[in-house]
């Protein structure tokens, strides 16, 4: 940190801004860009509306993927004589699968204060109704446009155990679904959340194969904004019918044991079934080497 900084106030705000519907904007954020020197934003033109909707006016300065390099050092300066300056994107919380990285870690580096301002996040939206479990999750943002790339993804998650979330867009949703039928199976759970906050808000549960019929069948469900949320692949221990303590306990001994000792003492331990323990010993050593 230099001396400058120490002494300064200015403040980069990351800015939170509706995913849809206008209301959803905290009064706090709105106070933030009514006091702010300048708002960088990611579409000057689109937040030019929300300005407008909310009554104020302020400079605006473009940050985007494109320039955002040239910007940061522009906002450093302005910060270095005192001046606040507000992120916002085009909707939801900046950064997240929105520019602004390089900016606020420039920032943080420069030794100025980055706070949050937050609100809505389409992820969070979509995963606090999905009705998946959400105790723990992961958010792996867009997929790859080419459906080899996106394929080798599903690949890659398809044995994460716990939901995770992609964002997509109308024109590659169907192409999605179908792409998680052919890696995940049609069996597997997912909620589609499209439009959240908006006049067409939906949200479909079912199962791969389900969702990509109900698309089909009806075009409507093809249009907006969508996040989909995948259900987590079931443990291998509940596949193998082990119980928890003992695919710990398991997991424990095979760092130090055969998996045959492993099995045994395991079984020993729990009162499980041998069998069975050596066979989830298999999966878990199979699942490792993949
Ligand atoms: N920063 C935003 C956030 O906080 O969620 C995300 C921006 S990203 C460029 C845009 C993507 O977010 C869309 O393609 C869609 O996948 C998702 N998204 C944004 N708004 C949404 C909405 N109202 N309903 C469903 N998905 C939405």
Redesign the pocket.
């Known amino acids: 940190m230099n001396d400058a900084c120490l002494y300064s106030d200015a403040c980069l705000y990351i800015v ?1 801004t509706p ?2 519907n206008l209301e959803d904007i905290t009064s706090r954020a709105v106070k933030i860009l009514q006091s702010v020197d300048v708002i960088a934003a990611e579409d000057t033109r689109h937040t030019a509306r929300l300005l407008n909707h909310l009554g104020i006016r302020k400079p605006m300065l473009a940050c985007h993927e494109h320039n955002e390099r040239d910007r940061s050092a522009q906002i450093i300066a302005k910060m270095a004589v005192g001046e606040s300056v507000a992120l916002v ?10 520019p602004g990285y390089f900016l606020v870690a420039s920032v943080r580096e420069a030794g100025y204060r980055v706070a949050p301002i937050p609100g ?7 995963l606090s109704v999905s009705g998946l479990p959400s105790d723990r999750f992961f958010f792996e943002g ?1 997929l790859p446009a080419k459906s080899v790339a996106r394929r080798k993804r599903f690949q890659a998650l398809s044995g994460f155990e716990h939901t995770w979330i ?4 109308s024109h590659r949703i169907e192409e999605s679904l179908s792409d998680m039928a052919e890696v995940l199976g049609v069996e597997r759970g997912i909620v589609i ?6 006049l067409f ?1 939906t949200v479909l549960a079912g199962t791969v194969g389900e969702c990509l019929e109900r698309l089909q069948s009806d075009a409507n469900q093809k249009k ?4 989909v949320l995948v259900r987590g692949a079931q443990p291998l221990s509940a596949l193998d019918g082990i119980d928890e303590s003992a695919a710990r306990v398991m997991g424990v001994l095979m760092e130090e044991l055969s998996l045959k000792q492993a099995s045994h003492l395991t079984a020993r331990i729990s009162g499980g079934k041998k069998k069975a323990l050596y066979d989830y010993g298999l999966s878990l050593k199979r699942k490792e080497s993949e």
């Not at 809505?120 to 979509?126: F, H, K, R, Y």
């Not at 992609?166 to 867009?169: D, H, I, T, W």
């Not at 959340?193 to 908006?198: M, P, S």
């Not at 907006?224 to 996040?227: D, L, N, T, Y």
Request: glycine share 8%; hydrophobic share 45%.
């Open positions: 939170a995913i849809g994107s085009d909707a939801g919380t900046p950064l997240i699968s929105d809505a996040c389409a992820l969070i939206a979509a867009f992609v964002y997509e867009s959340a499209r439009e959240l906050t908006k808000e907006g904004e969508f996040v």
